[in-house]
């Protein structure tokens, strides 16, 4: 399996329950095709360096997964025809990102072994 990166901008004009909706649809598409959502990273709303599809705010939401090459060709054709997402970028990372990736996931994992060793004392 592939590690893959994606940017979504969703209508920032959508109540939180429908963005909820619209990241969740993601996810389970993911993990439906034999996935496996690593981190979604939810930025929030802000405004876009120009106007696209009329709209100058967006909400962003940052996606890294485990999944095999055919998804993504599926999820690509999910974010055309839907309605929240007003646009997308799928990157596939290399060797060097997936070392990043996998440094920054142990130093948080260890960061908050850390936090919860000062809890308990």
């Known amino acids: 399996m592939n590690i893959y990166e994606n ?5 920032a004009a959508l109540p939180d329950e429908e963005i909820n909706a619209a990241i969740t649809r993601i996810k389970d598409l993911v993990t ?3 996935g496996e959502t690593v981190k979604a990273d939810l930025w ?3 405004k876009l360096a120009y106007e696209i599809k009329k709209q100058q705010k967006g909400f962003y939401v940052l996606f890294v997964f485990k ?3 055919g998804t993504i060709k599926k999820l690509e054709e999910l974010y ?3 309605d929240p997402v007003i646009k997308f970028m799928v990157i596939k990372l290399g ?3 997936v070392k990043a ?5 142990a ?3 260890a960061a908050a072994e850390t936090e919860q060793a000062r809890k308990e004392a």
């Open 44 to 46: 929030g709303r802000r």
């Open 7 to 11: 940017i979504v901008i969703l209508n």
């Open 101 to 105: 990736l996998e440094a920054a996931q």
């Open 80 to 82: 055309k025809v839907f």
């Open 95 to 97: 060797p060097k990102q």
């Open 67 to 69: 999944t095999p090459a």
């Open 32 to 34: 439906n095709t034999g």
């Open 107 to 109: 130093a948080a994992q």
